[in-house]
Antibody, heavy 119, light 108 residues
Framework: QVQLQESGPGLVKPSGTLSLTCAVSGGSISSSNWWSWVRQPPGKGLEWIGEIYHSGSTNYNPSLKSRVTISVDKSKNQFSLKLSSVTAADTAVYYC????????????WGKGTTVTVSS | SYVLTQPPSVSVAPGKTARITCGGNNIGSKSVHWYQQKPGQAPVLVIYYDSDRPSGIPERFSGSNSGNTATLTISRVEAGDEADYYCQVWDSSSDRVVFGGGTKLTVL
């Protein structure tokens, strides 16, 4: 079955760019799924960041849209998140997830990776 | 923008029934999904499309959706059900996923 694994730096400096990758195993990123990023600040709820289809089509949370880029690398079977101009408010656990076709439901999740924004 | 409202906390005795609500404007016209999240773990899908259960989720978990309220019902609650629960919809008017604020279920 499909498994997802997030990776990337655990510490990012303020005003810098957060970069994470989600590796997809057990299935192809070019299948008819969408792929999402979700984050959770310490002690708070889930916040959707955005999603991508293997064609490169994306949807973003309007509150983050100006700072977010999600991309897909079919050759490596992975997708990525870049969040620019980060502040302490971007400190969170970042999850990647799979959305089956035409559903916008997240049925498979990665374990999450913690990113701290601090100098 | 579309807003989902959940009670911050719900408490229930073991063996009883827990009901967690998710309020939204005409939410009955949308598909609602529910996730369970235990401390230090990733969310797990427990109900999708209002009332469907993924394989491996006990029949004790059920869902309904009508009018302005969707409800996750957990029957015969067990200590292991203690977790945070989040509802989620797709807001087609803005093309974005929306999560509720989450409800902490405490088993007394």
């Amino acid at each position: 079955q499909v498994q997802l694994q997030e990776s990337g730096p655990g510490l990012v400096k303020p005003s810098g760019t957060l970069s994470l990758t989600c590796a997809v195993s057990g299935g192809s990123i070019s299948s008819s799924n969408w792929w999402s990023w979700v984050r959770q600040p310490p002690g708070k709820g889930l916040e959707w960041i955005g999603e991508i289809y293997h064609s490169g089509s994306t949807n973003y949370n309007p509150s983050l849209k100006s700072r977010v880029t999600i991309s897909v690398d079919k050759s490596k079977n992975q997708f990525s998140l870049k969040l620019s101009s980060v502040t302490a408010a971007d400190t969170a656990v970042y999850y990647c997830a799979r959305e089956p076709p035409n559903s916008h439901v997240m049925d498979v999740w990665g374990k999450g990776t913690t990113v701290t924004v601090s100098s | 923008s579309y807003v989902l409202t959940q009670p911050p906390s719900v408490s229930v005795a073991p063996g009883k029934t827990a009901r967690i609500t998710c309020g939204g404007n005409n939410i009955g016209s949308k598909s609602v999904h529910w996730y369970q999240q235990k401390p230090g773990q990733a969310p797990v899908l427990v109900i999708y499309y209002d009332s469907d259960r993924p394989s491996g989720i006990p029949e004790r978990f059920s869902g309904s959706n009508s009018g302005n309220t969707a409800t996750l019902t957990i029957s015969r609650v067990e200590a292991g059900d203690e977790a945070d629960y989040y509802c989620q919809v797709w807001d087609s008017s803005s093309d974005r996923v929306v999560f509720g604020g989450g409800t902490k279920l405490t088993v007394l």
